[in-house]
């Protein structure tokens, strides 16, 4: 399939579906060695069937990117790690529709879109589930392999560049009223979402504790407390952070550098919170979390230790806990976010705090992954041209 839509033979213009204005090359940044993103010009991609070209308006940087960035993992491109291999990484995005591929009708050229990252094969037993997060073909999308598995930013092209092409089950239309940054944040509320409901099963009145307020954390607080949570406690140890937590509904705030986290979310509930996430991801919280869940209550992993983690295992069998991984926004939990966000049921953009223009990529990153004035969730902006990192 031709990378340049000028010469594709399928393509026409505006009659089709293409945008008068859509360029036959593109301003990407690609990864090269680890931690190297280097700038250079691509052709822009064309898409194919139910799929659509998205003009890239603003892209948010995920923690899950900087690992990528580092270790190249989760991502997965050409059988093996990203790296030199012409990749462009980036998930958390949004834009306006460009060009429409054969047979693409939900969508028309110039809607306002925003993004979750998989699009799953279809095919396999997890996809055909609606756990396409779960994807038994995830990485199998080269060569003689592919298999139709789409991750963007993960095992395809992401939204560090101009433009991307997403599959139609992948886009969400995005309400006139909300800022393309406060757009970028639907896949980190998605997660949230999907942990609560699709995978633990929330009940209004039923507490949840949340550990560690980044962006996940911060949004888990808000979705849950829209949810009907009571009461809602964050554990945190940054001040600024937890004040936001307040703002998104957090009824309780710990910081365990001050109390004992597990039994002060004991005096609260009685027996223990109904639901914990964890989004610190580290020995010391998930000990935490199973020491603090009542019996028949559950546990959402929702980051990703980089070490082997010691618990209690023992104390999960006995008390009838339930445990839960969580990969990504699945089972379309990323459209119920927006619905959330739509109706300002919270405010997102409260954990927006810096955006950058895109040749400011690598500075952006660095503000992400080093916290430089106090940033929490770090945009780019394709609309933005001046310097520096202010909302």
Known sequence: MPDDLSTAPHVQKKSQGIGPEVPSHMRAWVLGDPKELKMIEKPVPTPGRAEVLVR?????????????????????????????????????????????????????????????????????????????????????????????????????????????????????????????????????????????????????????????????????????????ASPVILVGTRESRNEIGRKLGADIIINPREEDAVARVKELTGKGADYVIDCAGNETTVNQSVQMTNRGGRICLAAFPKNKVNFDLGALAVNNIYLYGIRGEGRSATHRAMAFMAARRFDAGLVHSHTFPLDELPTAIKYAAERIDDAIKVVVSMHKTTTGGDK
């Open 56 to 228: 890239v308006d603003a892209v948010a940087i995920c923690a899950t990117d900087l690992e990528i960035l580092e270790y190249g993992t989760p991502a997965m491109v050409e059988g093996g790690a990203p790296f030199n291999k012409d990749f462009t990484p980036g998930h958390e995005y949004m834009g306006t529709v460009a060009a429409l591929g054969p047979g693409v009708d939900q969508f028309a050229v110039g809607d306002r879109i925003t993004v979750e990252v998989h699009a799953g094969c279809g095919q396999c037993k997890r996809c055909r589930m609606g756990m396409y997060t779960s994807c038994h073909n995830y990485g199998q999308n080269y060569g003689d392999h592919d298999k139709g598995h789409r991750a963007n930013g993960f095992t395809t092209n992401g939204g560090f560049a101009e433009y991307v092409v997403n599959n139609v089950n992948t886009m969400i239309p995005v309400p006139d009223d909300m800022s393309d940054e406060e757009a970028t944040l639907v896949v980190t509320a998605g997660t949230s979402m999907y942990g609560l409901t699709e995978l633990g099963g929330l009940v209004a009145g039923e507490s949840v504790v949340v550990i560690g307020p980044g962006p996940i954390g911060l949004l888990a607080v808000a979705v849950a407390k829209s949810l009907g």
